[in-house]
């Protein structure tokens, strides 16, 4: 069975390692911040001026003045930091960032990102996307395998307009985990009780299917 959205941002949350400055993106990503794993302390940047986000605030503990970019209420943890957005900017052009998790509208086998626009629909501009994605030291995106008409996001060539070139390192999508190098898509896990062939009956590129896959574990 395909992942819930929490599902997916637990399965990210793994991907933290202790003393990491990470930015979260609109979206799935923003989810992250509910499921640090215990024992380990990063640092969650928002792009709009708040360096150690913690996770989504209690009713008790909301404050409608506290937000990440996607003007969402959020928690700030012991010792956070909260600045102007070029400041916070220039963090993030500066190579401060080690991890920026992002969602997409495509990813193709050479790592590159298509996520800010889709031709004839109004938009209201990049954000910060091309910036985490030149600046990031890694890039893990999020997103769904498929589009809701069963048309594959991980595709050979992206069609649209693109965030970035060959800077995505990792994929988790609600059925796999993909690692992206040598032009292709190498699945590293699968989501519980979805099969190898699915996955590949789902992928548009390349796809590089090694040994037994395993299942994600969720501790």
Known sequence: MALTREQVAMRVAQE?????????????P?????????GIEVMLQSEN?????????????????MINAGKETVT??????????????????????????????EVDQNGNIASWMIPGKLVKGMGGAMDLVAGAQNIVVTMTHADK???????????????????????????AVLEVRDGAFHLL????GISVEEIQQKTGGKLIVSGDIPEMAFN
């Open 16 to 28: 933290l390692q202790d003393g990491y400055y990470v930015n979260l993106g609109i979206g799935i």
């Open 30 to 38: 923003t989810l992250v911040a509910n499921y640090v794993p215990a």
């Open 49 to 65: 001026g708040l360096l150690g986000m913690g996770p989504y605030p209690t009713e008790a503990e909301l404050d409608a003045d």
């Open 76 to 105: 700030a943890i012991k010792g956070a930091a909260i600045f102007n957005s070029a400041e916070s900017f220039a963090m993030i052009r500066g190579g401060h960032v080690d991890l920026t998790v992002l969602g997409a509208f």
């Open 149 to 175: 008409y069963g048309n594959s996001k991980l595709l050979d060539n992206c069609s649209l307009p693109l965030t970035g070139v060959g800077c995505v390192k990792k994929i988790v999508t609600d059925l």
């Open 189 to 192: 896990e699968r989501a519980p």
